[in-house]
């Protein structure tokens, strides 16, 4: 009987992110298909019980984990050693886990000492006929491909937004302690703190129900003539805190800095989706004073609803890649906007 193994590891609270609660519906679904396979659970972290009991009631086989202080944060050589334990333990064929930076930088080196394999940014996995494929985009989200391994285990970690995360009761879980050998040299890198990208306010929000994209058009002349900067950016900053929504940057606004113009002083490289930036999947998004070119499209592939501001009817926009496109100034729409948001 194969084993499905999922791995997940605690937040700074010692509960479970959004996309590891994803991975976990991912995971009982491919254990349904595979139909004589097994669900296991592990854990690491600095305190994985909370964890644990959170998702007791997924019928999972059983429960290891992999605790202690040494494993609180983040470490190649702890994150490592512990995952390599939990494998060893559980024997599993498929190993999988939420994306995170965490996991993605160690998957690989553990698969290597497994004698398995690695692949990562999948976005869906599924058994057919006992056979295990997964999907994964390539080419700039261009060409989206099907593919199988045969070397065991296979660890698989899927994209935040894949699947719904998993609705959970909670309960008491019954957590079985992997021990790790950790040798002194593991120790060597620590933690010491966190840095934030400067900026006047949290704009990437990435569980947010809506990702708001601004172009360039904020940052030019408009119909009196002149650019009207510091009125974008309220305007902008007004609808963000009102729908908490993520903010998204065209590559060209991004960029406009590098030629000396006046820019959004809270936008910044990290801000930027599309070709040559992050891929988001938020539910909805709204892209506004976009041209509508194919490389900020090619970042919308996976919002299920989309909608834009421009004044050019003839835009990209308006050749299919949105679902409604409003052919409008987009500083007076978003004023109009925020007045509608401040009433509700």
């Known amino acids: 009987m194969d084993t499905v193994l999922y791995l997940a590891h605690t937040q700074s609270d010692e509960t479970l992110s959004k996309g590891a609660l994803e991975a976990l ?81 160690v998957l690989p080196g553990v698969a290597s000492r497994l004698g398995g394999c690695a692949d990562l940014h999948a976005t869906e996995v599924k058994a057919d006929g006992g056979s295990t494929s997964i999907t994964r985009w390539y080419y700039r989200q261009r060409i989206r491909a099907a593919q199988v391994r045969d070397k065991r285990p296979w660890f698989v970690a899927l994209e935040t937004g894949s699947d719904a995360p998993w609705i959970t009761a909670g309960g008491k879980a ?20 966190l840095q934030k990208p400067p900026g006047q306010t949290q704009t990437i929000r990435p569980d947010a129900d809506l990702l708001y994209v601004a172009g360039a058009g904020w940052t030019k002349k408009q119909a009196d003539g002149e650019a009207h900067i510091q009125d974008a950016e309220s305007i902008i900053l007004d609808f963000l805190g009102k729908t908490q929504a993520s903010l998204g940057g065209s590559k060209s606004l991004v960029d406009i800095s590098g030629t000396g113009q006046a820019v959004l002083s809270f936008m910044t490289h990290l801000n930027q989706i599309g070709q040559t930036g992050a891929i988001p999947r938020h539910p ?60 509700s």
Request: net charge negative.
């Open 25 to 105: 519906t991912a995971a009982k679904e491919l254990t349904a298909q595979l139909g004589s396979a097994n669900l296991v659970v592990a854990i690491l972290g600095g305190d994985v019980q909370t964890a644990a009991d959170s998702v007791a009631d997924c019928g999972a086989s059983k429960f290891l984990g992999v605790s202690g202080e040494a494993f609180a944060q983040s470490r190649y050589a702890t994150d490592a050693a512990a995952i390599e334990a939990l494998c060893r333990t559980a024997q599993p064929a498929i190993v999988l886990c939420g994306s995170s930076s965490r996991f993605n930088r």
């Open 174 to 193: 019954a957590v079985e302690s992997v021990p790790v050998a950790l040798p002194e040299s593991s120790l060597r890198t620590t933690v010491e703190g």
């Open 284 to 343: 909805k998004g709204l892209s506004t004073c976009c041209h509508g070119e194919e490389p900020h499209a090619v970042g919308w592939r996976f919002i299920h609803e989309r909608r834009a501001i421009n004044l050019d009817a003839n835009c990209g926009w308006a050749h299919g890649k949105a679902d409604v496109l409003y052919v409008a100034d987009a500083f007076e729409v978003m004023r109009k906007v925020n007045a509608l948001l401040e009433k």
